[in-house]
């Protein structure tokens, strides 16, 4: 029995491949994965080695303090305290309380708890192909995965950045109305959460006064606002470290996942003390492995290395200049119809999900990988890790320029 057929008798169909054949990935070196017959893939794709696939410093950080003690927060230990200094140092001061779990989907998951015991409100507001996670809570929130047979009532779709861009006034009023409803309804929306690079939507840089303006539509109803940096984070979007900040607003709860312990599982909840002491009154919080040391000491190395390197600054400078050459392809490529992004992330959206699907394909022959997204499945998803160089932009312009030269 073949590996692929081991994979299906054990792990089911749930969890599916991107391409038509599955890659075979046995070794990861920076911003290059490679296959079990030694063929490199320049990842353009894989952002949880959010600084580089076996990032020595992060492998060392975690080596070191395995060999030493992992355990759970029942105890006092150094590394999740620093990590949680660390990380608040970034944020706005009132920002001040971490709660630390496993991955993105617990994370939101226990912002929309800490949300609706705060408010005592149980609806939220959400882009309209947004997705926050696969617990059973969030799942509802990530309408790109649950249909509207399966949604909720306490759930509201909003316009994400594309409606706002279109026709702003026309955006809010509709937002306002949806929020309306579910008052009327019985369900008060307890929160407005965004991935502040709408990576669901078809990746959209933060329009201009967007966070501003459905910010204060959920203050009028007694809302939280819950900024999801799971994707946007870290220095991804470039010039901030937090995705959100492009707005220049402070939201009342951030939630952080994938790249946090660079492929090591570790995600956090960050909200004020204000917030924090009502929902620890009557609930309280205990993730057995959240924020384990082994775990902090990931997340402390991540931090570290971002600042050392300056991959902030980097992350800009490289995205525009990546951005920048796709963008003079799509002077001569019809096939192209927008790209957007911020920092080292960015959307290449195509005429249809069909050639965006073959685009794939074809660059993976090229030895690039890829994502795809969108509401229609035709954006190309760019997210290397933001170790990208100049030099990667090149290599995978002209796999593009191939690739969509040969589909035109």
């Given at each position: 029995?073949?590996?692929?057929?081991?994979?299906?008798?054990?792990?089911?169909?749930?969890?599916?491949?991107?391409?038509?054949?599955?890659?075979?990935i046995?070794?990861?070196?920076?911003?290059?994965?490679?296959?079990?017959g030694?063929k490199?893939y320049?990842?353009?794709?894989?952002?949880?080695?959010h600084?580089?696939h076996?990032?020595?410093e992060?492998v060392?950080?975690?080596?070191?303090?395995?060999?030493?003690?992992?355990?759970?927060?029942r105890y006092?230990?150094?590394?999740?305290?620093?990590l949680?200094?660390?990380?608040?140092?970034?944020?706005?001061?009132?920002?001040?309380?971490?709660?630390f779990?496993?991955?993105?989907?617990e994370?939101?998951?226990?912002?929309?708890?800490?949300?609706?015991h705060?408010?005592?409100?149980?609806?939220?507001?959400v882009t309209?192909?947004?997705?926050?996670g696969n617990t059973?809570?969030v799942?509802?929130?990530?309408?790109?995965?649950c249909s509207?047979?399966?949604?909720e009532?306490w759930?509201?779709l909003v316009?994400?950045?594309?409606?706002?861009?279109?026709?702003?006034?026309?955006?809010l009023?509709?937002?306002?109305?949806?929020?309306?409803?579910?008052k009327?309804?019985?369900?008060?929306?307890?929160?407005?959460?965004?991935?502040n690079?709408?990576s669901?939507?078809?990746?959209?840089s933060?329009?201009?006064?967007?966070?501003?303006?459905?910010?204060?539509?959920?203050?009028?109803?007694?809302?939280l606002t819950i900024?999801?940096?799971?994707?946007?984070?870290?220095g991804?979007?470039?010039?901030y470290?937090?995705?959100?900040?492009?707005d220049h607003?402070?939201?009342?709860?951030?939630?952080?996942?994938?790249?946090?312990?660079?492929?090591?599982?570790i995600?956090?909840?960050?909200?004020t003390?204000?917030?924090?002491?009502a929902?620890?009154?009557?609930?309280?919080y205990?993730?057995?492995?959240?924020g384990n040391?082994?775990?902090?000491?990931a997340?402390?190395?991540?931090?570290?290395?971002?600042?050392k390197?300056?991959?902030?600054?980097?992350?800009?400078?490289?995205?525009?200049?990546?951005?920048?050459?796709?963008?003079?392809l799509a002077?001569?490529?019809?096939?192209?119809?927008e790209v957007?992004g911020?920092?080292?992330?960015?959307?290449?959206?195509?005429?249809?999900s069909?050639?965006?699907?073959e685009a794939?394909?074809?660059?993976?022959?090229?030895g690039?990988?890829?994502?795809?997204t969108?509401p229609?499945n035709?954006v190309?998803?760019?997210r290397?890790?933001?170790?990208?160089?100049k030099?990667h932009?090149?290599?995978?312009i002209?796999?593009?320029?191939?690739?969509?030269?040969?589909k035109?």
């Amino acid at each position: 029995m073949s590996l692929r057929q081991r994979r299906t008798k054990h792990l089911g169909n749930a969890s599916q491949f991107f391409y038509k054949e599955p890659l075979h990935i046995v070794k990861g070196e920076d911003v290059w994965l490679i296959d079990n017959g030694g063929k490199r893939y320049l990842d353009v794709y894989n952002n949880v080695a959010h600084i580089g696939h076996s990032n020595p410093e992060v492998v060392e950080a975690i080596s070191k303090q395995a060999a030493t003690l992992n355990t759970n927060t029942r105890y006092i230990h150094e590394n999740i305290v620093q990590l949680a200094e660390r990380l608040t140092a970034t944020l706005d001061s009132k920002l001040e309380v971490c709660y630390f779990c496993c991955s993105g989907s617990e994370a939101n998951d226990l912002a929309l708890q800490i949300a609706r015991h705060y408010t005592q409100q149980q609806g939220c507001l959400v882009t309209k192909n947004a997705y926050h996670g696969n617990t059973s809570a969030v799942f509802q929130l990530s309408p790109e995965d649950c249909s509207k047979e399966l949604r909720e009532d306490w759930v509201g779709l909003v316009g994400g950045p594309r409606e706002y861009l279109d026709n702003k006034e026309k955006q809010l009023t509709h937002s306002f109305k949806v929020a309306e409803e579910l008052k009327k309804a019985g369900h008060a929306p307890a929160a407005f959460i965004t991935d502040n690079i709408f990576s669901s939507e078809g990746v959209f840089s933060v329009p201009e006064d967007y966070l501003k303006d459905m910010y204060d539509l959920i203050k009028s109803f007694n809302g939280l606002t819950i900024a999801d940096e799971v994707q946007s984070g870290f220095g991804r979007t470039g010039e901030y470290m937090w995705g959100f900040q492009h707005d220049h607003v402070v939201p009342d709860i951030v939630t952080l996942g994938k790249p946090m312990g660079n492929g090591h599982p570790i995600a956090a909840v960050i909200t004020t003390h204000e917030i924090a002491q009502a929902f620890n009154k009557k609930y309280g919080y205990f993730n057995t492995f959240g924020g384990n040391p082994v775990a902090a000491a990931a997340g402390l190395a991540v931090i570290t290395y971002i600042q050392k390197h300056g991959l902030i600054e980097h992350s800009k400078l490289v995205g525009s200049y990546f951005k920048e050459g796709i963008e003079r392809l799509a002077g001569s490529l019809n096939m192209i119809q927008e790209v957007r992004g911020s920092g080292l992330f960015i959307g290449v959206e195509l005429r249809s999900s069909n050639e965006t699907s073959e685009a794939l394909e074809g660059l993976l022959a090229e030895g690039i990988l890829v994502g795809q997204t969108g509401p229609d499945n035709n954006v190309i998803k760019l997210r290397p890790p933001i170790t990208f160089k100049k030099e990667h932009a090149d290599i995978a312009i002209q796999g593009l320029k191939k690739v969509l030269t040969l589909k035109a």
